[in-house]
């Protein structure tokens, strides 16, 4: 007769161990861009803006140049909202810290001819941006930050991506990153106007790196200057961010189911955000997924000023 086994109720520190785990887990899943139902999710954004003004008394380069991307961070315990820019001579990140509502330091990328600094995305400890000659347009650089230990206003990169091509062929206007596990992650990077997505495999321990996959976009999409990834139990997907005055719009497309890399490549929604005067989504835009697990839109005006217009959804 087979030996029947029966649970014997659980020893405290078990039940600890198990409530740390499933609370690490969520916290895992949330820097990794998981949530419950990414289309969801999408549909239920709020197109009505919270509005932040960030006072600012950095001296932005606004030359030749303007924002691209927004991301936010939690460092020691505080928020910051990261946003990137371009301008005649450098690539850079203004740093602004939420609950104050005031920029604090601008973090040097590169300097020209790497003048020009995208869309990006964090994930987990780790920042993906791409950075471009967008004069000659034949070169590009996708630079890997730990975005928690990397402090310094001038940091280095703890791994990139050489591009090289025909002019705007190589270049790397957004990049998206989504945490796979410890090591791995899965990158896309879009040229110029994002007519043709390269997805990438990156090891960010050993410094590997493998293309998956070349998309060209279809003729009636839309010149994203940012794309994040974020996914759910089924599927991957980007959100791509474009637009401007009263217009600003986020199209969410399904990238491949998650078990494993198949490209799908459908656009299945699209957004249009009732964003401030002057804010635009064509120049600077993300997405965050928050401890409770749910999805933000953020976007900046497009330039530097004093007052920095900001909006959350």
């Given amino acids: 007769m087979p030996k029947i086994l029966k649970f014997t109720k659980p020893a ?8 740390f785990i499933f609370l690490l887990s969520k916290l895992i899943s949330s820097f990794a861009q998981q949530i419950k139902n990414v289309p969801d999710a999408f549909a239920h954004l709020n197109i009505m803006p919270e509005v932040f003004v960030l006072d600012n008394d950095i001296d932005v380069p606004v030359k030749n140049g303007h924002f691209q991307g927004v991301q936010v961070i939690e460092l020691n ?8 820019g371009s301008s005649s001579k450098l690539a850079y990140i203004l740093q602004a810290d939420l609950a104050s509502q005031k920029t604090e330091k601008l973090i040097y990328l590169m300097g020209d001819p790497f003048r020009h600094a995208g869309g990006f995305q964090v994930s987990k400890d780790y920042l993906a941006i791409g950075i471009e000659d967008n004069i000659i347009k034949t070169s590009s650089k996708v630079n890997f930050y730990n975005h928690q230990s990397d402090t310094r206003t001038n940091p280095l990169p703890r791994f ?15 990049t998206g990153i989504m945490a796979l596990n410890s ?4 990158v896309v990077v879009s040229n110029w ?10 090891n960010l321990i050993s410094q590997k790196q493998e293309l998956l996959h070349s998309f060209t976009a279809p003729d009636d999409w839309a010149g994203y200057q940012s794309i994040n990834l974020l996914k759910d139990d089924n599927a991957i997907y980007a959100i791509g961010f474009h637009g401007g005055g009263r217009n600003n719009q986020a199209d969410l497309i399904l990238v491949s189911r998650l078990d494993a890399f198949d490209p799908i490549m459908l656009k299945i ?11 635009e989504f064509g120049a600077a835009a993300g997405l965050q997924i928050d401890q409770a697990g749910n999805l933000h839109i953020w976007g900046t005006e497009k330039t530097s000023s004093k007052k920095i217009l900001v909006n959350k959804f």
């Fill in 12 to 19: 405290p520190i078990f039940k600890f161990l198990c409530l």
């Fill in 269 to 279: 929604s699209t957004k249009r955000f009732k964003t401030s005067k002057g804010l």
């Fill in 193 to 202: 106007d994002s007519r043709i997505w390269d997805f990438y495999r990156v």
């Fill in 183 to 186: 090591s791995n992650s899965f």
């Fill in 77 to 84: 315990g505080s928020e910051k909202l990261l946003i990137s």
């Fill in 160 to 174: 990139t991506i050489e591009r090289e091509g025909e002019p705007e062929e190589k270049t790397a206007g957004a």
